[in-house]
Each structure stands twice: as structure tokens, then as C-alpha cells.
């Protein structure tokens, strides 16, 4: 028996062999005996035999007699699904593209596959489109966490190979961080010579010239393209991250307004280069790569893939009505009786009447995607057997609760980490991130000891500030930690490293920056509250769908963890009564967290916006006067390549203008936007004005007599 255990280990084990030989592409071992020719002969050899039906006993024992060794078949089954789902998946033998070095991309592929030796189902989808091939460009929808960037680098790769050099657009710096880090690794120097850059500030000195992959958001590309148009010429892809981006949300265009001049404006001067963009919420991505191959002249194809190898529970906090109702008449007689005490009636909610309002958490979870459907496809948990404070208010007349949003995240976030699990909390602002970060890691009371590398960061950020009192960390024990924009870049590097840590952070306390594309996983996202601050005081104004599903996309990551749990904390309270169906403001709010399809944006032009406001003679409006100087600045820096004819005629509004049949109407609004960018640049604007005017925004006219002026103060 050992002797046919032996046997069958040494024929797994060449199995394996041959397996990996073939996945990487790679020679088979001298020692390896070589008696099968594929890894799937071995395996099925080892099932064979692992199942032996012994005749001579058949007729003795008035029976069958079968000999199994169960553990090796086991195994061998294990081993040959895959092997066959593999097969055809290597990423060592994908082809290569046009124009590329073979030399290059066959080292590239075998360095690559080390770390991801096979490609997902749903990126083969794309391969097989041809995606990555030299002169296609692409507009890539996956589910967030269906692995965007593992596809993407296929595209630079190939990129690459050709000599040429690649610029990587993401929404944030924090993501430009994460992105230059994960492509330095990706692409590292030592191995490939190239350069990964997301210092935009080294790209304004003079003569300066774009590293072999430059990321930067961008607002920070357009004002490099008005700077330095002539830096852009050996560009060979645009990468256009969180695309969806460029769709005006909510009336605010400025930044779909930048996003928008900055591809029209990279297209001009790179007009030979691929394009390829990447979003999880796109709804009419086949549409915008219709537009696109009529932009570049090339082929555009549009990829739209729904399965991703991680799953989630989505839920949101509702509250019983009858516990609510019994909270509130709690409150309403304690504000009586001090009324009555003191004599005096109060303007608002007195302490101790808002003390009442307490209530038990309860999740309403949608068991399924298409959970409307369905009577029996929801279900109500307990989120956690004690009692949590609401807020409320008074009118004088009546009591009403509030959700309390951040101290019941909190409190949620605290009992997860008895169970071991990771969160991340997203709160509205940068203050309530640093408050609940701190009130969250005093209640843990858990030191979390630095790393060599953390140490080394943590000492640099107090010789930086002075002394460690001063770090946005507060008692610096590090339990839990915040993320926001307005943190340094060492502060953010702390929090994102130690909350990576299997034995680090067990939660981070993050506003919506950080939902925008960074690979922090997490076992449970918490999102308290799906409103903002408004325009107008005491205004309260709902989240934007795509920022909810992106926040929620942060629970379970492909390759970290594959589950994920996410709570949505409603802005106001929700209840339920027991027994009753949902209601339909309590069907809404699920919705949001568990809809149908993540595809929620339709990209459409903001510059379409601009247009109009400009027909209606709205020349003071904030966005009409970007629009002209971004404009202006551009004609002045590069008139040559920026035209009317190369920008605006060929923008998406003009697209869909043409199908409209409405062309020369939208070119009249296009020629009036451009007679008001070509007064504003005056002859012979100073390159320093230019580059002023390209960052900002701001008037070339206005910049030009700021010049002057300091310039005659200097003297000089």
C-alpha cells in the first residue's frame, strides 16, 4: 500500500511539474521523469489507478473488491480542473502585439506571471477582443474589484514593448499614490529600466521631459498639456481611470470640465495614440466607444463585463417603529416635565429628553441581486443585541430622531473588530473622519506597533512637524486610523499600511476619497449617512449613486478577500414593522446599496452644459468663464494643434450633435465659446501667464496685468 501511495505521489508530483512548466511558458525540469506528455495525462493516470476493481476476489467474496486511495484521486481531480480551466488562460502565452519587441514583452509576461501566472475569465473576454492590441483603443466596464488595473497593464505592456510612453489618469492623488506605487512594482526599474512617475511638480521645471509612465489626475494632465504640449508627442496610450468621471453630476462640471479638455486636448496633440478607459458604474460605455474611434479615427471597442470572483451581503440600518415610537413619546415626556420644573419652554431638544432616543439596530439585507422580485429575497437581522443613542430635534411641537450616523457606525465598527473583521467607515467629512477615528481607537485601547518601514515613515512625519502631538493620529496607538485629502502624504501613507496589516489597523475611518479606486479590502464598509452638506446653510443633499456603489465596492477585493459585508446607515432614520412588507422609501434606500446593475452613470459632455449657458448669456457663470480661459490658455500654448477644429468640433456633444442631425446648431454655440477664448489671449502672452492661466483658470488678463504690476514693484 505505501509502495502505491509512492507511486501515485511521484505521478502527481510530475503532474504539477508539467503543469507549471506549461502555465509558465517555461522548460521542464532534466530530473522530472517525462513519462507523460501533458500535466493532464499524469492527473488522469493517478485518478485511474487510485480506483482498482481486483477481479480474482469477485467470485470468493460473492462481491466486488475495489481498492481506492481517495486522498490522490482527490487531488488529481483538483489538479486537472485546473489545469484544463487554465489551459487556454496562461498569460505567458498571450500573443504579441504589433509593432512590439518580442524580446521585451516575453520577459515582461514571464516577470508578470510570477504574481498572476493566469488571466480571469473576464479579462479573456477582452484579450479576445483584442483590446491590447497597437492601434485599438477600449473602454473596459467591470464590477469594481473585477481587477480594472491587472487588465490594464496588459495594454501598457504592449505600450511599452513599442518604445512608447504611457500617461495614466486617475481621479485623486491618493490614488496617483497607490497607482505610481502598484506600477513601479508592476514595472520595476531594475528588471525593465523604465521609469514610473507621480511627481507632477518635476514635469514644470524646465526641459523637463514625461518618465516612461506618468500618473497624474487629470486636472494636473490639462495644465502639463497647455505647459509643455511638445512633452506629449512620443505617447503612445492615455489610461483614463474612474472614467464615468467625465459626466457632470448633481450641476457641478468643473471637474468633468477638465476631464473632458484634457482628452479633447491629449487627442490633438497626440492624435496617434491608443486610449483606454476603465469604470465600473458606465452605463452607455458602448455609445462613448463609438465616439471615441470617431475621435481618434481608430477603432474603439467597448468591453462590458458583469462577473467578478468576489460576493457581498449589502444591507442597511432600519430601526423597529414600534421602539422608535416608544423612544420618542419617552423624550417628548421628559421635555414636558423640565418645562413644567424650570417654567420656561426650551427652543430645542433638551439633553436629557434626547438622551430618550435610543433604539436597537436592526439590517435589512437583499438576498439577491434581483431582490425586488421577490417576496422571500430580503431578510432582517440584528445588527447587535444592545441599544444605540440616535439624534433628534424639536419644533416646539413635535420630537423626531436622526440617525446618529457616525457614533452608530462607530459602535457598529467596534463589535466587528471582536470578530476579528477589518472596516472601513466612510463619514462626510475630513473633521468627523480624525474625531471618529480617535473616539474609535481610545474605545479599542489596542497599541499597533510599527513596522521597520512604518517607523521609518513615522519618524520622518514628526521630524517634519515638529513633534508627534501635531500628527492627525492623536494618541498614536494606531487601532484605528483616519484617510482624507487633507492629510499628508506620510500621514496617508501610515494609515494605508497599517490598515493593510493582517495584525495592524482593525479599522480606518475614511470621507469618499477614499472609495474613489484605492485597494484597501475590507470585511465590512460602513457608510454613515447618504447625504452631504449642501451649497445653502442647513442644505442636505444626496450622495451622487456611483459615490455610494464605490464606497460599498471596498468590502471584499478579488485576490485579498472574497467576501464582503457592506451597511448603509440612511439619512433620515428608516423603520420597519414587524411583519409587514418593506416599504417603498425602505426599498429606495436598499437600492442604493443593491441595485440591479453597478452601471449607474451615462457619460454625456459637460461641455454641452457650458454651451448653453453661454447661448443664454450667462458670461459671469462660474463655468462659462473656466471654459474660456482653459480655452484661451490652450490657444495660446499650442494654436497651432489646438484649434477649433481639432477640439471642440470633434467633442462628444458634437458627436451626438451629428446623430442628432443638430451640427451646425451645436457648431454656431462652438464658434461663439471660441470668438470669447480668442479675446482673452492678447499677442505675445507670457509663457509664465500661460502656465498660470492653464493651472487656474484664471483670466490671461487678468494674470498678464498681475505680472506687469509685480514686475514694476520689483523693478525690473
Not at 477582443?129 to 473596459?140: D, Q
Not at 467629512?429 to 481610545?442: E, G, Q, Y
Not at 520622518?460 to 487633507?486: C, Q
Not at 484661451?632 to 489646438?642: F, I, K, Q, R
Request: charged share 20%; hydrophobic share 45%; proline share 3%.
Amino acid at each position: 500500500q505505501n509502495r502505491a501511495l509512492r507511486a501515485l505521489a511521484v505521478a502527481v508530483c510530475e503532474g504539477i511539474k508539467l503543469f507549471a512548466a506549461d502555465l509558465m511558458s517555461a522548460s521542464i525540469p532534466e530530473a522530472t521523469p517525462k513519462r507523460f506528455e501533458t500535466a493532464q495525462a499524469a492527473f488522469r493516470k493517478v485518478i485511474e489507478l487510485s480506483s482498482n476493481l481486483e477481479d480474482n476476489f469477485t467470485e470468493r467474496l460473492n462481491g466486488e473488491l475495489t481498492t481506492t486511495y481517495a486522498g490522490p484521486a482527490h487531488l488529481a481531480s483538483l489538479l486537472l480542473s485546473a489545469a484544463d480551466a487554465t489551459e487556454q488562460a496562461a498569460l505567458t502565452k498571450l500573443p504579441l502585439p504589433g509593432g512590439a519587441d518580442v524580446n521585451f514583452w516575453r520577459k515582461w509576461l514571464q516577470f508578470r506571471a510570477k504574481e498572476t501566472p493566469f488571466v480571469w475569465s473576464n479579462h479573456m473576454e477582452a484579450i479576445k477582443k483584442g483590446f491590447y492590441e497597437t492601434g485599438k483603443s477600449a473602454v473596459l466596464v467591470l464590477p469594481t474589484g473585477a481587477g480594472k488595473t491587472t487588465v490594464s497593464v496588459l495594454k501598457i505592456a504592449g505600450v511599452l514593448a513599442r518604445g512608447k510612453k504611457i500617461v495614466f489618469l486617475a481621479p485623486t492623488h491618493a490614488l496617483v499614490e497607490q497607482l505610481t506605487d502598484d506600477l513601479q512594482e508592476i514595472f520595476p526599474k531594475e528588471q525593465f529600466g523604465l521609469e514610473v512617475s507621480g511627481d507632477f511638480d518635476s514635469l514644470l521645471l524646465e526641459d523637463a521631459q514625461l518618465q516612461d509612465i506618468e500618473v497624474m489626475t487629470p486636472e494636473r494632465c490639462l495644465a502639463m498639456l497647455s505647459f509643455s504640449a511638445s512633452s506629449f508627442q512620443n505617447v503612445g496610450l492615455l489610461v483614463f481611470d474612474e472614467c464615468h468621471l467625465l459626466s457632470p453630476q448633481s450641476g457641478k462640471i468643473g471637474r468633468a470640465l477638465d476631464g473632458m479638455l484634457c482628452l479633447l486636448t491629449f487627442n490633438a496633440i497626440a492624435p496617434d495614440a491608443d486610449m483606454l478607459f476603465l469604470s465600473a458604474m458606465l452605463k452607455n460605455g458602448p455609445q462613448f466607444a463609438e465616439w471615441i474611434a470617431d475621435l481618434t479615427k481608430r477603432q474603439c471597442i467597448a468591453v462590458d463585463l458583469l462577473w467578478k470572483p468576489s460576493r457581498q451581503a449589502r444591507g442597511v440600518i432600519v430601526y423597529d417603529q414600534v421602539e422608535i415610537n416608544s423612544s420618542i413619546s419617552r423624550a417628548i415626556s421628559v421635555q414636558r416635565k423640565l418645562n413644567s420644573e424650570e417654567d420656561r419652554t426650551a427652543d430645542g431638544l433638551r439633553a436629557a429628553a434626547k438622551r430618550e432616543l435610543t433604539a436597537a439596530p436592526y439590517a435589512v439585507w437583499g438576498l439577491q441581486h434581483n431582490w425586488m422580485s421577490s417576496a422571500n429575497s430580503y431578510t432582517f437581522t440584528k445588527v447587535t443585541d444592545e441599544i444605540v443613542p440616535l439624534g433628534g430635534g424639536f419644533d416646539g411641537h413635535n420630537v423626531w430622531v436622526t440617525p446618529n450616523a457616525n457614533k452608530t457606525a462607530a459602535k457598529i465598527a467596534l463589535n466587528a473588530t471582536s470578530a476579528g473583521l477589518k472596516t472601513i467607515l466612510f463619514v462626510n467629512t475630513k473633521a468627523d473622519a480624525v474625531s471618529t477615528a480617535n473616539d474609535i481607537a481610545t474605545k479599542l485601547d489596542q497599541v499597533v506597533a510599527l513596522n521597520e518601514t512604518e517607523k521609518a515613515i513615522w519618524d520622518t512625519l514628526v521630524l517634519e512637524l515638529g513633534d508627534a502631538k501635531h500628527s492627525i493620529f492623536g494618541g498614536a496607538n494606531f487601532g484605528a486610523v483616519p484617510h482624507n485629502a487633507s492629510m499628508l502624504r506620510l500621514e496617508r501613507a501610515i494609515s494605508e499600511r497599517l490598515f493593510r496589516r493582517s495584525d495592524g489597523a482593525k479599522v480606518i475611518v475614511a470621507t469618499p476619497t477614499l472609495a474613489q479606486g484605492l485597494n484597501l479590502p475590507a470585511h465590512l464598509a460602513i457608510l454613515a449617512g447618504d447625504k452631504r452638506a449642501g451649497e445653502l446653510q442647513g442644505e442636505r443633499e444626496d450622495l451622487e449613486a456611483h459615490e455610494v456603489l464605490n464606497a460599498a465596492a471596498r468590502a471584499g477585493r478579488a485576490g485579498h478577500l472574497a467576501n464582503g459585508v457592506v451597511l448603509l446607515i440612511t439619512e433620515p432614520v428608516v423603520t420597519f414593522t414587524q411583519g409587514a412588507a418593506l416599504s417603498e422609501n425602505l426599498k429606495k434606500k436598499l437600492s442604493s446599496v443593491l441595485p440591479e446593475d453597478d452601471r449607474c452613470v451615462t457619460i454625456s459632455d459637460p461641455l454641452e452644459v457650458v454651451l448653453d449657458r453661454l447661448m443664454n448669456g450667462e458670461l459671469s457663470n462660474r463655468e462659462v468663464m473656466y471654459t474660456i480661459n482653459r480655452v484661451a490658455a490652450l490657444v495660446a500654448s499650442d494654436g497651432e494643434n489646438v484649434s477649433q477644429v481639432n477640439l471642440m468640433s470633434r467633442s462628444m456633444g458634437a458627436f451626438l450633435a451629428r446623430k442628432r442631425a443638430e451640427e451646425q446648431e451645436f457648431l454656431a454655440k462652438v464658434e461663439v465659446l471660441w470668438a470669447k477664448s480668442r479675446e482673452a489671449v492678447s499677442a505675445g502672452t507670457n509663457n509664465a501667464v500661460i502656465l498660470l492661466a492653464s493651472q487656474s483658470g484664471l483670466p490671461l488678463d487678468l494674470l498678464e496685468r498681475l505680472r506687469v504690476r509685480m514686475q514694476n514693484a520689483a523693478g525690473t
